[in-house]
Nanobody
Framework: QVQLAESGGGLVQAGGSLRLSCAAS????????MGWFRQAPGKERELVAS????????YYANSVAARFTISRDNAKSAQYLQMNSLNPEDTAVYYC???????????????????WGQGTQVTVSR
């Protein structure tokens, strides 16, 4: 198993940036496909971005493409989400997640992921 812990959330003004980090412990991070999900109040948890084991392939939801960048450093057992040009619609709890199985950008459901962090709040003010 792998244990995940997010950090880096907070309050930011619209147009600002934040960088989320996810630290992994337990099994080697390179064993897993990684993703970032978010869940806003009253909404379903949605996949924001995912990245393949070696980092060569990525997926982004249309709502964040060109603003967010997912990356990973397997040597440091960490993944990151750089979020730029934030807007109030990005306000949510952001979760780090890991899954087994093949890399397919079409695998986007929360139930496809096996391991989760506790989440970090991101609030974007107008």
């Amino acid at each position: 198993q792998v244990q995940l812990a997010e950090s880096g959330g907070g309050l930011v003004q619209a147009g600002g940036s934040l960088r989320l980090s996810c630290a992994a412990s337990g099994r080697t991070l390179s064993n897993y496909i990684m993703g970032w999900f978010r869940q806003a109040p009253g909404k379903e948890r949605e996949l924001v971005a995912s990245i393949s084991r070696a980092g060569g392939n990525t997926y982004y939801a249309n709502s964040v493409a060109a603003r967010f960048t997912i990356s990973r450093d397997n040597a440091k057992s960490a993944q990151y989400l750089q979020m730029n040009s934030l807007n109030p619609e990005d306000t949510a709890v952001y979760y780090c997640a890991a899954r087994n199985g093949p890399w397919r950008p079409t695998i986007q459901g929360q139930y496809d992921y096996d391991y989760w962090g506790q989440g970090t709040q991101v609030t974007v003010s107008r």
